[in-house]
Structures are given as C-alpha cells and as structure tokens.
C-alpha cells in the first residue's frame, strides 16, 4: 500500500504514516517511495509520448497499434477476439470498442469463428497492415528516443529482467483469477 509521504524527499528515514491509518499497515520507506513516484511518473510520461507520437502520425491512440502489431504477428494476421484482449491485458468490452473503431477505419474486420457461434476473430486488413508498415518507423524512434538511448546496455537488461519478474507476479494462472481479458 502506498502512504503519503509527509517528510522532505531528502528525509533519510520513513515518515509517519497519514492520520487516521492502520498503525500495523507496512508502509513504502522513503526509497521505496522515490522509486514507485518515478516508475509512476516515467511510465505515465512514456505513454503520453507514445500516444502523441501515434496520434500525430497515424491518428490512432497507442492501444490500437498494439493491437494492430499482434494481428500482424499472428499466423494469418488474425487472432480470437479473447486472445487478442489477453495479449492486450484488456478488458472484452474495451477491445471490442477498440476492434469496433479499427473496423470504422477499414484496418480490422471482424469474422466469425466456424467452431464456436459465440466466437470471433479479428483479422487485419491489407489496408491495416500498410497503415502499421507506414507508421512503425516513427514509432520504434519514438520508443527508441524515450528509453533505449537513455539507457546503458546494462540498465536496458536490467530494466528488462525486473518488468518480467514484475508482469509473472501479476498473471496468477489459476482458474478464476480476476484479469482484464476475463471480465
């Protein structure tokens, strides 16, 4: 659980928990909550940059080329709508909308899966797939520029090892866990 940090950020020890808080609750130390603040304050910066970037050149949020770039990774270019919400960590109903909006735009359509009625695939389009070819090298600079080039080869592998440990902690495999694509 995060607290409040009341003491200056040069505070050498944790500061006092917010009034009225579970005095046993285990707060962030002083270090700990630098490192969250800037994680936080990074990767909200990292996805505005991304989104803009997206935006300018291709009129699209950053959401939609991700979705864009797994359906041009899959055999056929075209994904259950599930897996698609799974590789996205989306909701069903977002990527729905998300698919809906690629369809208005003519670089996704949607088919119907012939061994399950319920079932749908999303398929990239010929137009969706020029779309990314065009808009992937100003997007892999954007990337580049605001994190690879400010990082050492060192940093760039260590960043990588700790957002893996980070995303296997949070996909629980057993039956019933509450994640994004389940709902």
């Given at each position: 659980?995060e607290r409040?940090?009341t003491?200056p950020?040069?505070?050498p020890?944790?500061?006092?928990?917010?009034?009225?808080?579970?005095?046993?609750?285990?707060?962030?130390?002083?270090?700990?909550?630098?490192?969250?603040?800037?994680?936080i304050?990074?990767?909200?910066?990292l996805d505005d940059h991304l989104?803009?970037?997206?935006?300018?050149?291709?009129?699209?949020?950053?959401i939609?080329y991700?979705?864009?770039?797994?359906?041009?990774?899959?055999?056929?270019?075209?994904?259950?709508?599930?897996?698609l919400?799974?590789h996205?960590k989306i909701?069903?109903s977002?990527l729905?909308?998300?698919?809906s909006?690629?369809e208005k735009?003519?670089?996704?359509?949607?088919?119907?899966?012939?061994?399950?009625k319920?079932?749908q695939?999303?398929?990239?389009?010929t137009e969706?797939?020029?779309v990314l070819?065009?808009?992937?090298?100003?997007?892999?600079?954007?990337?580049?520029g605001?994190?690879?080039?400010?990082?050492?080869?060192?940093?760039q592998?260590a960043l990588g090892?700790?957002?893996?440990?980070?995303?296997?902690?949070?996909?629980?495999?057993?039956?019933?866990?509450?994640l994004p694509w389940?709902?």
């Open positions: 659980m409040m940090n003491a950020t040069s505070a020890h944790a500061s006092a928990p917010p009034a009225g808080a579970a005095p046993d609750a285990r707060w962030l130390t002083d270090g700990e909550q630098r490192v969250w603040r800037s994680y304050e990074a990767t909200t910066l989104d803009r970037q997206l935006q300018r050149d291709a009129g699209m949020p950053h939609y991700g979705l864009l770039v797994a359906l041009a990774e899959s055999p056929r270019r075209r994904l259950r709508m599930t897996e919400a799974m996205a909701t069903r977002r729905s909308h998300a698919v909006r690629l735009n003519g670089w996704v359509h949607r088919e119907d899966c012939p061994d399950d319920r079932g695939f999303a398929v990239l389009t969706g797939l020029a070819e065009r808009t992937a090298p100003g997007h892999v600079a954007a990337v580049r605001a994190l690879f080039e400010r990082l050492t080869p060192e940093q592998k090892e700790i957002m893996e440990i980070v995303a296997e902690g949070l996909q629980p495999s057993e039956a019933g866990a509450d389940l709902r």
